[in-house]
């Protein structure tokens, strides 16, 4: 059948439960609301019938239409009609691309989506023409491992991970480090995160760390998160969840980072010790790693910054402010 | 294991008609060799990707301002390598893993020797070991035999052929000497053995370049990267150890430390290729270029104890540090070049010293 002429197939009116409701092969949807949808079809009656194949045991498979279909489903509908084609008409890699392509027209594919599209494609279509024609079409860059990615994603990640990527809770270089985990570490990372509900930020700080102190300890996820500080903090009834979020990265941080922690506290310390003028401040470099320490001086005039210099110049121990690594001078 | 071991030849188009290619092919007898074909599966480490290169070939050495840089030259004669090692930086920077020989270096070598006959008074350290180890598959390609002549006849450069192999049989069969450095880079035996994979052990390269230093050739040295783990001290003491008992301090004309430093892209790329790495474990900041590098303190005690030791065997062994700052320079050799140009004079004025 030509593709093109696909829409002037005739709709016939079919019972709702000879549809298979399972996404199916053909099918990309994943994370979506059906409640605007529903309210527009109560509201006007469906415009675009549904496309769908003849499969076995007389049923019918979606290959456009699968919220649509739903939505109708749970509108109560026994019937609507739909353009019914038979399995010999069209190959599964044509249903395949005229459901992306009636997808791509109408929206933005979320992520998890497009891992659904390049996964089926996949069974259908040579890696090369995958790589080439469709990455470019989803948005994506012509790379093998983001394709290898996206797929893994589509078929290795869990769930409710997905739905917290799709619903921008978790960032997608996250969920690149959580697939890289083992499935019971990313389990427990997930519930972590899901639970004290860590920024996009906090995430990647927080996998970053247990990914590391995993393999420098050779210990297990669930071995690092029974350590008895950061059970006093998961259990710790006075704070609140971001405040619980910062302690874990605190903890982690220094575990992970003992000597520049160290190095933090030590210049933190000698800081406080120093008598400055009111509405100055001395900063470190980041991670010291640059040679020159910052001082910032808030003056009203002339007179003022004189007063502070001066009181500045009175506070001998500045002389031994320096690497805090090094024995004061 | 140090031999290189190759299953297949791609051809690009480009590289019919070049009588490297011809060569390389006749040295690679029973391996079957065809076109390159855009969807060609299974590249990799065995595969040997024979192109003709459109580039420069002669570059300098990606250095940032933000750290003083060496000013080295890069001849450019192919990309990867058929060695493992689990903190190599070009498994970020190339998609893809073959390797990759540029057989016009033979025509395009013109090029490059204009330039640096046309400023004779700057002097041009040249190496080719920077994207790929420099003598892996010389046995195949043959490059020393045909660079290692030209640069010896040039007063104003000098070829630094860069290995962790012990492959120089046709670097010692060559005929001249003056002008060529032949570097080992150089780690502990555990880093040498857990993580430089394919790599030759630490008293094979020694032995290897022992032999080559009584048979004539200026050597240089490079602990880069210094990656600190249990017991490192002791570790990188044996390793001095061994260099005592190959080599003679006095024929050396340059030893570099440069720690561990990666670009932030290369972290799962390691963890994914070599999950038993210990390279990862220590404390990595951002340093000012972007890149991965380790807390300034703890570089400070790794180039600090290099150099203390270092210079208990010889006083003057040429050392410099790869990429570092000038308080780092400062706290851990005791002086510093200050900038890039101060570090190029001084790497400089070993070349003159040691080529008189």
Redesign the interface.
């Known amino acids: 059948m030509d593709i093109q002429k696909i829409t002037e197939v005739s709709p016939h009116l079919v019972d709702l439960e000879n549809i298979d409701d399972c996404p199916g092969p053909y099918c990309m949807s994943f994370g979506f609301d059906l409640k605007s949808l529903v309210r527009s079809i109560k509201s006007i009656g469906l415009i675009n019938y549904p496309l769908v194949i003849e499969s076995r045991n007389a049923m019918l498979t979606v290959i456009t239409g699968y919220r649509r279909i739903l939505a109708l489903k749970s509108l109560g509908r026994e019937k609507i009609p739909c353009r019914i084609i038979s399995k010999s008409q069209l190959s599964p890699l044509e249903c395949l691309l005229l459901n992306l392509h009636d997808n791509l027209a109408t929206r933005k594919l979320n992520e998890v989506e497009k891992g659904m599209v390049l996964s089926r494609l996949t069974r259908w279509t ?3 023409k995958i790589l080439e024609k469709y990455m470019q079409l989803l948005g994506l860059p012509s ?2 491992p983001t394709l290898h990615f996206y797929i893994r994603l589509e078929e290795e990640m869990e769930k409710e991970i997905k739905e917290y990527l799709v619903q921008g809770r978790l960032s997608l270089q996250s969920a ?2 959580l697939l ?1 985990m083992e499935q019971d570490a990313r389990h427990q990372i997930f519930n972590l995160i899901s639970n004290l509900k860590f920024n996009i930020n906090q995430q990647k700080q927080l996998i970053d760390y247990l ?2 102190l995993i ?2 300890n050779n210990k297990s996820t669930s071995q690092l998160l029974k350590e008895g500080p950061l059970q006093a903090i998961f259990s710790g009834g006075q704070l609140n969840n971001p405040q619980k979020v910062k302690a874990v990265l605190h903890f982690l941080r220094t575990k ?5 922690v160290s ?1 933090e506290r030590t210049f933190r310390k000698r800081i406080s010790r120093l008598d400055l003028p009111e509405g100055s401040r001395i900063a470190a470099p ?6 020159n320490y910052r001082l910032e001086v808030i003056f009203k005039d002339g007179k003022e910054l004189k007063e502070k210099i001066e009181h500045l110049s009175a506070e001998r121990r500045l002389e031994d402010l320096g ?1 805090p ?1 090094k024995d004061p001078a | 294991m140090t031999r290189c071991k190759i299953n297949k030849v791609l051809v690009e188009e480009g590289a019919y008609g070049h009588a490297l290619t011809d060569r390389i092919i006749s040295r690679l007898p029973g391996i079957p060799f065809q076109p390159l074909k855009n969807d060609e599966p299974g590249t990799g480490k065995e595969t040997l990707h024979l192109l003709s290169y459109k580039g420069e070939f002669l570059k300098s050495c990606p250095g940032t301002r933000e750290y003083i840089c060496c000013g080295y030259q890069i001849l450019n004669v192919g990309t990867n390598c058929p060695l493992d090692c689990s903190y190599c930086i070009l498994q970020s920077y190339f998609n893809q893993p073959n390797l990759r020989v540029f057989v016009n270096l033979e025509e395009e070598i013109e090029r490059v020797l204009e330039i640096i006959d046309g400023q004779p008074e700057r002097i041009f350290r040249v190496g080719t070991g920077e994207f790929t180890d420099s003598l892996a598959i010389d046995p195949i390609t043959g490059f020393s035999d045909m660079l290692i002549p030209i640069f010896s006849r040039r007063k104003n450069a000098v070829l630094e052929l860069k290995t962790k192999t012990g492959q120089i049989e046709r670097v010692l069969n060559s005929k001249s000497r003056d002008r060529i450095i032949v570097s080992w880079s150089l780690n502990s035996p555990y880093i040498a053995a857990h993580e430089e994979h394919r790599a030759a052990s630490l008293k094979k390269r020694l032995e290897a370049a022992g032999q080559c230093q009584s048979e004539g050739f200026i050597l240089g040295f490079h602990f880069d990267p210094l990656i600190p783990h249990p017991h490192w001290e002791d570790e990188y003491l044996k390793t001095l150890e061994l260099m005592d008992k190959y080599v003679d301090p006095k024929g050396i004309i340059w030893i570099s430390l440069g720690s561990f430093r990666f670009m932030p892209e290369l972290k799962p790329i390691i963890r994914k290729r070599h999950p038993q790495t210990c390279v990862l474990n220590g404390e990595f900041i951002v340093g000012l270029d972007g890149k991965m590098r380790y807390f300034k303190p703890i570089r400070i005690d790794l180039y600090a104890f290099m150099r203390e030791n270092l210079e208990k065997w010889h006083p003057n062994l040429g050392l410099y540090l790869c990429m570092e700052s000038d308080d780092v320079w400062q706290n851990s050799l005791g002086w510093s070049p200050k900038n890039t140009l101060g570090l190029r004079r001084y790497l400089d004025n070993r070349v003159v010293e040691i080529f008189k």
């Open positions: 040579p890696k090369t790379h093998d690149k480090m890289d990914n590391d393999h420098i992970r980072f003992p000597s520049v190095a980041p991670f010291f790693e640059a040679p690497d690594w």
